[in-house]
């Protein structure tokens, strides 16, 4: 018996054991659920909380403090439609509103996406919300530690400090910096998973980390509630000339309003500076419920020619307060002057309107049916005043990335305009209204069907009809001696430096530049007015970022029409026995394509326009005549590109600068091969003994892809020939609103540095020149240097200068 009674002893002892085990367990659980969690995020901002004594004390301001680190360390990468996560720091409104995983550039996308203008889709942060946009600050009680453990931007800052930038040379494989890379973007919800991950990508991601002092001040700023001052007024100086515009446009006869739609309709886009103002003071002209005096209510149509509805509405002038990028910043001046030659345009002139015209999608799109009543003279007088202005909305444009729109043009092309006062058959109000339904652009349509046959049976034939009219025409014009024909191309009055300008395309980006520079291109345009009206309308007024891939692809083809349009310009200008050899040299690769697909009628190219020539290689000859024709704008053109003003001092050059330009020159030469490896555009810092007198410089190389046939096609499906047709620029200014690399030269290593460029052959030869000379993004120093380049361009182009954005920046 004792044996049982003592197994049984036991078996009680152990289950005892058992439930007091369960019911401890059970009180530690209790316990972890009602207490406090102490979670990562609550530990490091306690951390931080300790770490800095002052973080309450002493209120961080946002305008000495907060901006200039955001702008130079934050909206380089977040700035555009393209920011990560279309996360735009720019302006509180952006950091407030967050951050969304949808991609804006998605080539695929069958069905148009909802828009994300900000300040014009959605109006608080409760509207992005129901958006889906999740918040990168704290939107609970607001404590120094809550704002910084329920921050996702403080989580992302943190990390990139308890995980340091790689020393290596090139960053390694982890980080992924392709611009169609997939995105990764945190919600409060999923940031410690991040965090766990991807231990590498804190912010400002695969870049240098941020100073000790620049990280405390922006981990205070966020501690004490990331507040920043109410957007500013107008300027006093400003206040009398936005009354004096408003009062302008909202005249309320037939002629004012149709003159103030074209206006709004043409500069929408713009960043309107007033003459006297503060150098970084900008408006936009919007369309409001309200009228002048009350508060600005912008009616958010996605098109400017889009109905603003049945209500009555006014233009307004609408104070642009967010920090400005390079890549969006388009600036239109307004000025008494102005004023006065709009009535000397558009109001003096004796026409009636007896109708204004409806905001019908099918009329509303075509200019040339909207604003028939105009003198056609005028308008065409107003675009080639601001000629920079208007190639600079398609090229540069509202939207960040443009390779629907660039791929289809040259690296490096000139553009020319017809003079408006000569003949021009194609400028005429009768040929116009002949041809206005001929000159129909493809209009954005809300469905989401792949609705690209319209581009063959209605835009192409449409376009077709248009360039038989010419023909008829071209055969009546006669042949001019090469000196005549010349007066057919714009001057510029002998004043105007818009006369002539030059086209980078620098991949999916692009920028413009007054005059004619570099080398002779392989083509041309010559642009008259039904040309330039239709780049407008396609490119800026009517390309919607948000619309389906037919929307996409129809602009993409429509714009190789447009480029044929002006090429042919060109080569109208040509001898009839050698236009088709050029022509045939031109359309190769993905142009051959277009063509076998879009026939155009060619008969014109046997017809003899131009007699005189005196080589047998006429077309350096033309580029000659051309030059010479617009050379007394030479000079404004220049100051325009180094100062942004026709009136800009530039002293002598010394023997140090004129050494520096020697060698740029040098480079300059290199093509082919040679610069396979160098990026699309590389700004080059040459310091001298007194840093005051360091030098700035752009590399711009230009690629060949006359034999590449993908409509997308990126550096990488080039083949042999096309390497051999690239060529360099140099440009003695920052050009373009994407660096891809920096180098920084001492003058006493110049030759050498030019030499080290001439025997470059392959990436491996490269890589040895950016050991020596290139600042990686890996490199201690990238961010002084970064900073010089934007304080340069600022320095000399007070209104003109943006931003630069980082995220093309190169990883070798």
């Known amino acids: 018996m004792q044996p049982v009674m003592r197994r049984q002893k036991i078996s009680v002892s152990k289950q005892v054991r058992i439930i007091l085990s369960i019911a401890l367990l059970s009180a530690a659980i209790l316990y972890a659920l009602l207490e406090p969690l102490h979670t990562v995020e609550h530990e490091s901002a306690m951390v931080e909380l300790e770490s800095l004594p002052d973080l309450l004390d002493t209120p961080v301001t946002f305008e000495q403090q907060v901006r200039p680190i955001l702008e130079r360390r934050c909206i380089v990468c977040h700035g555009c439609y393209d920011a990560p996560c279309q996360l735009k720091l720019s302006s509180s409104e952006g950091l407030r509103r967050g951050a969304n995983k949808e991609r804006i550039y998605e080539p695929r996308r069958i069905a148009a996406m909802q828009p994300t203008r900000l300040f014009v889709d959605a109006k608080s942060t409760a509207e992005w919300r ?182 009555p509405f006014y233009y307004r002038l609408l104070r642009y307060h967010p920090s400005i990028v390079a890549k969006n910043h388009i600036v239109y001046e307004f000025s008494d002057e102005r004023m006065q030659r709009y009535r000397e345009l558009f109001l003096i002139p004796d026409y009636d309107v007896r109708q204004l015209p409806s905001y019908e999608p099918e009329i509303a799109s075509n200019p040339f049916k909207v604003f028939a009543a105009i003198p056609t003279i005028s308008r065409y007088r107003f675009l080639l005043d601001d000629a920079h202005f208007f190639i600079e909305g398609f090229i540069k444009g509202p939207v960040c990335r443009g390779q629907i729109a660039l791929d289809v043009i040259e690296d490096q092309f000139w ?178 394509t277009i063509e076998k697909l879009f026939s155009a009628p060619q008969d014109w190219l046997n017809i003899e326009s131009v007699s005189g020539y005196r080589t047998d290689d006429p077309q350096p000859e033309l580029y000659q005549h051309i030059k010479e024709r617009v050379g007394g704008v030479a000079q404004q053109a220049h100051a325009k590109n180094r100062c942004g003003r026709i009136d800009c001092s530039e002293p002598l050059p010394g023997a140090n600068e004129i050494r520096a330009d020697r060698a740029m020159h040098e480079i300059a030469q290199l093509q082919g091969a040679n610069l396979h490896a160098f990026p699309d555009v590389a700004f080059v810092r040459i310091r001298m ?91 201690p120093g990238f961010w002084a240097l970064a900073d010089w380049f934007q304080e340069e361009s600022a320095r000399n182009r007070r209104i003109l200068s943006g931003l630069f954005d980082l995220n093309r920046y190169q990883n070798r």
């Not at 766990?196 to 205070?220: F, I």
């Open 130 to 311: 129901s958006r889906g946009f999740s918040p990168v600050l704290n939107e609970g009680e607001q404590t120094p530690e809550n704002n910084l453990k329920n921050s996702v931007l403080y989580r992302l800052l943190r990390l990139k400090q308890q995980h340091p930038q790689p020393a290596e040379e090139q960053l390694p494989e982890s980080f992924t910096l392709e611009l169609n890379r997939k995105q990764t973007c945190p919600t409060p919800e999923t940031v410690d998973d991040f965090v766990q991950e991807h231990p590498l990508w804190g912010m400002p991601y695969a870049m240098p980390n941020l100073s000790k002092p620049e990280y405390q001040a922006l981990v205070s700023w966020l501690a004490q509630g990331a507040l920043a001052p109410a957007p500013p007024d107008p300027s006093a100086a400003v206040q009398p000339q936005i009354k004096q515009w408003e009062r302008f446009l909202n005249q309320s006869s037939s002629k004012q309003q149709l003159v103030s739609r074209y206006l709004y309709e043409h500069l929408f886009h713009a960043h309107i500076h007033f003459t006297g103002s503060p150098a970084r003071e900008f408006y936009r002209l919007v369309r409001s419920t309200t009228p002048p005096g009350e508060v600005v209510d912008e009616i958010p149509t996605l098109q400017p020619y889009d109905d603003p509805g049945t209500a």
């Open 415 to 592: 553009v020319m305009f017809f003079d408006p006062d000569q003949p021009v058959f194609t400028n005429t109000a009768q040929f116009i209204g002949k041809m206005a339904d001929e000159l129909q652009i493809p209009a954005e349509s809300s469905s989401s069907n792949l609705d690209l046959l319209r581009i063959w049976t209605e835009y192409w034939q449409g376009q077709r009809r248009y360039m038989a009219t010419k023909q008829a025409w071209f055969k009546k014009i006669g042949t001019h001696d090469i000196g005549h024909a010349m007066d057919y191309i714009w001057d510029g009055d002998g004043k105007n430096p818009n006369a002539a300008l030059t086209v980078f395309r620098h991949f999916d980006s692009g920028s413009v530049a007054y005059g004619l520079i570099g080398s002779d291109p392989e083509t041309a345009w010559i642009i008259d007015y039904p040309l330039f009206e239709r780049i407008h309308y396609l490119l800026v007024a009517g390309f919607n970022i948000y619309g389906n891939m037919s929307h996409r692809i129809s602009t993409r083809i429509y714009m190789d029409f447009l480029r044929m349009e002006g090429e042919d310009y060109f080569l109208a200008f040509l001898p009839a026995n050698r236009r088709k050899e050029i022509h045939d040299a031109w359309y190769v690769g993905q142009r051959s």
């Open 689 to 779: 003994d007194d840093p005051e007198q360091d030098l700035a410089y752009t590399l711009i190389h230009n690629k060949a892809y006359k034999n590449v046939t993908s409509f997308l096609a990126d550096e990488h499906e080039r083949d042999r020939v096309d390497i051999e047709q690239d060529t360099m620029t140099v440009v003695k200014w920052l050009e373009g609103s994407y660096p891809n690399f920096f180098f920084s030269v001492a003058l006493s290593e110049i030759e050498d540095f030019t030499k080290h460029c001439t025997t470059i052959r392959n990436h491996e030869d490269y890589e040895k020149f950016v050991d020596q000379y290139g600042v990686r993004r890996t490199n």
